[in-house]
């Protein structure tokens, strides 16, 4: 298919305004936060954290590891990641001083995919797009969550209409574990001035305005107005905006 570039935004984090009322949110909120997880921490002995590096899961990096949360930290490696995400893994890993677990897909089912479909199959059609995601990302993370008793996510009730609804905390059936979205309820100005006060790395893509980043191929940057996963699979509808990692 035929891709139309969008100029992008620049994301001026600078002009956030740290005032001392926003300071005072993102202090409670984030108390909230690390409450949730010790809870849970303490309810099912370990918590593991799907970190797809965004800049919310940036700040949930921070808060873990600043408090020496018992977390695992994962993220899963598609092959078709942004070279600006694999550098934020690493900037991550050098400034908190541990190592994020990466899974892989099965290298087997992509070759398969790849030899029967096309390099970019997934343009072509829903099911061909989801059975990507499936190999690419569904599939490692079933491996990263088996025998898990709870796990994290770095989603917000904001991000999409497939999101409005979302709770801090809920049980996923599909992994039969408990599932926290700590930041559910945090606004995009209270992620981004905790990033700005806190002064943590995030992926260089967000300062050309790409809000939310997934693989390269299926990720673009959004114009003004438009919804902030509106670069996610831009060329499909909107109600289909999910990889199956948070399908119900």
Known sequence: MSIQPIKPI????????????????????????????????????????????????????????????????????????????YNLIQMVEDKYQFKIKLYFPNQEKVENYVNANGINAFYNSLDLRKSCCGIRKVEPLNRALKDKKAWITGMRQEQSQTRQTLQEEEFDEAHQSQKLNPLSAWSELEIWAYIKHYEVPYNALHDQFYPSIGCAPCTRAISEGEDIRAGRWWWEDPQNKECGLHVK
């Open 10 to 85: 620049q994301k001026h984090i600078d002009k956030i305004d740290i005032n001392d009322a926003l300071i005072k949110t993102i202090k409670e909120k984030s108390d909230k936060v690390i409450s949730l997880i010790q809870k849970n921490i303490e309810k099912h002995n370990s918590v593991t954290f799907a970190n797809s590096l965004g800049a919310e899961d940036m700040v949930l990096v921070d808060l873990i590891q600043k408090n020496k949360l018992h977390v695992e930290i994962f993220s899963i490696d598609t092959g078709r990641l942004p070279s600006e995400t």
